[in-house]
């Protein structure tokens, strides 16, 4: 097969303000080389703003979400050239799972099969993440002789507990979406026929959604999971105060339509976006 461009690692549709976004080269198992890394962080910022975007799904082209980092062109090669190499290619990839971490809108990581390693950077960048019941998950380093880096310890044992982390970690060995989702690696597991469908089905809840209160929450759930209870506290008022600035009339609308218009419950789903006055 010719050479795949940079343009060609990454490829993406917006359909009913859902931007679909794949890692595409799926004959490599859509691994992370620099090139990919590149591409990768220029269609998300070009995304980020657009008004015809509400929400954003990663997935990947073919078999695989991503096996993780490129050994050959991220690794090998760098490794070669020397250090100010190694350090611009991770520069390039952690910039962008960064980027998705504070992104501005809801993102979902659809996987849909292979996530090793480095992969695992953009699956924790991602808010929510929906697997295919038979994706395989793998922390693969200590089969080629590395510890897990660019992130990957820390976000095991973030999301999954001392116990599971240690054993994924040191015995790599995979465990299919149903146990992802058991362990809270992520949200749920689908037959793979029904991926996208209950992705969709997500995403489409998400757009119904104030998204002002809606970019407020996500980063405040990031942020207080290292912060002191004092001090989320406060960071919590302090971002409702500016959500309130930005957002004027959303809150007063809802309680509107909730206490004079009896129209809905908040305890039972999202006020009418469209007739805000
Ligand atoms: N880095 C570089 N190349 C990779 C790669 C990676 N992480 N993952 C897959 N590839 C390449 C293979 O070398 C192969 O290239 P070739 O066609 O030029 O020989 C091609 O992608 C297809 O891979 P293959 O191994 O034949 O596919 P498979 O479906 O049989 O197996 C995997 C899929 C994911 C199990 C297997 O490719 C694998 O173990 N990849 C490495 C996973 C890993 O450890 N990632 C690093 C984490 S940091």
């Known amino acids: 097969m010719q050479e795949r461009t940079e343009h060609d690692t990454v490829s993406y549709t917006v359909e009913n303000r859902i931007a679909w976004v794949s890692f595409n080269r799926p004959e490599k198992r859509n691994c992370m080389s620099p090139s990919l890394n590149r591409r990768m962080?220029?269609?998300?910022?070009?995304?980020?703003?657009?008004?015809?975007?509400?929400v954003l799904v990663l997935t990947g082209e073919g078999t695989a979400f991503s096996a993780g980092m490129d050994l050959k062109e991220y690794f090998r090669e760098n490794e070669e050239k020397g250090l100010g190499h190694v350090r611009k290619a991770q520069r390039e990839a952690y910039g962008w799972w960064e980027r998705l971490r504070w992104y501005e809108k809801p993102t979902i990581a659809m996987i849909n099969g292979w996530?090793?390693?480095g992969a695992y950077g953009p699956l924790f960048?991602?808010?929510?993440?929906?697997?295919?019941?038979d994706a395989q998950f793998g922390l693969s380093e200590i089969n080629w002789g590395i510890l897990p880096g660019g992130g990957a310890s820390k976000i095991i044992v973030e999301l999954?507990?001392?116990?599971?982390a240690m054993y994924h970690a040191m015995m790599g060995e995979n465990i299919d979406g149903r146990k992802a989702a058991e362990w809270g690696l992520v949200n749920e597991a689908v037959p793979a026929d029904k991926l996208r469908e209950r992705v969709t089905e997500v995403a489409t809840v998400l757009l119904g959604k104030n998204p002002?209160?809606?970019?407020?929450?996500k980063w405040a759930i990031r942020r207080v999971s290292e912060m002191t209870f004092d001090n989320s506290m406060d960071y919590l008022v302090r971002t409702q105060e500016a959500a309130n600035?930005?957002?004027?009339e959303g809150r007063k609308e809802a309680t509107r339509q909730f206490i004079d218009d009896k129209t809905y419950k908040p305890g039972l789903g999202a006020y009418d976006l469209n007739k805000a006055r």
Not at 45 to 54: Q, T
Request: with cysteine.
């Open 160 to 164: 999954t507990g001392f116990r599971n």
């Open 115 to 117: 996530c090793f390693g």
């Open 41 to 54: 962080k220029e269609v998300l910022d070009e995304l980020e703003f657009r008004e015809d975007v509400g």
């Open 212 to 217: 002002v209160a809606l970019r407020g929450t």
């Open 125 to 133: 960048g991602c808010d929510l993440a929906v697997a295919a019941e």
């Open 245 to 248: 600035f930005y957002d004027a």
